[in-house]
């Protein structure tokens, strides 16, 4: 079985699906652990509803999807902060999906369209509870580094100098065509 990477507008049917099961992970994760139940839905509901991924449009964002086998299997969006500054967010696979390198391919893919959109640090933030994700920002070179932002829910910042991509890569705005495609 093969992965793609391709751009997908954050407001297709493919990228709701992604950000409702991401959301869906994250946030009763969030909940059993402190509270001991899931979420509300009327709580998941309104969350996705107030955080419909419009900040991941070019040109000044990215939604990425990664497909296995042809069938949507997970995502990742960066947002241009600034002009060297990209954050990383919605970094995210089915879990039937993962231990097969798509989390990996996504960051990369993500890495190389924020650098061809000029950024020179991506930057990142995440729980503690996440420790699978921990893992895979420090196994791909992320550093953790102090707090740059104010969500209530961030416990871990990180950080990564972002090199220049592949031969062939030019800068540009983010766009579909100027967003990595790894095979």
């Known amino acids: 079985m093969t992965w793609t990477v391709a751009p997908e ?25 402190h509270e001991g139940r899931r979420t509300d839905p009327a709580e998941l509901e309104r ?20 497909r296995y086998a042809g069938e949507p299997a997970g995502s990742a969006g960066i947002r241009l902060l600034d002009e060297s500054t990209a954050e990383l967010t919605r970094v995210f696979l089915y879990a039937g999906l993962r231990g097969k390198g798509g989390a990996a391919l996504l960051v990369r893919a993500a890495e190389e369209a924020a650098h061809a959109s000029g950024a020179t640090r991506m930057i990142l933030d995440t729980r503690g509870d996440l420790v699978e994700a921990r893992a895979l920002y420090a196994r791909l070179g992320y550093t953790e580094t102090a707090r740059h932002n104010d969500d209530p829910h961030a416990e871990h910042w990180f950080t990564k100098p972002l090199t220049r991509p592949a031969a062939g890569r030019g800068r540009g705005p983010v766009s579909p065509r100027g967003a990595a495609r790894p095979r």
């Open 9 to 33: 507008p954050y407001d297709s049917p493919v990228a709701a699906a992604l950000w409702r099961a991401y959301y869906t992970e994250v946030s009763d994760r969030w909940y059993l652990l």
């Open 47 to 66: 969350e996705i509803a107030a955080r419909p991924g419009t900040d991941l449009a070019p040109p000044r964002g990215l939604l990425l999807v990664a």
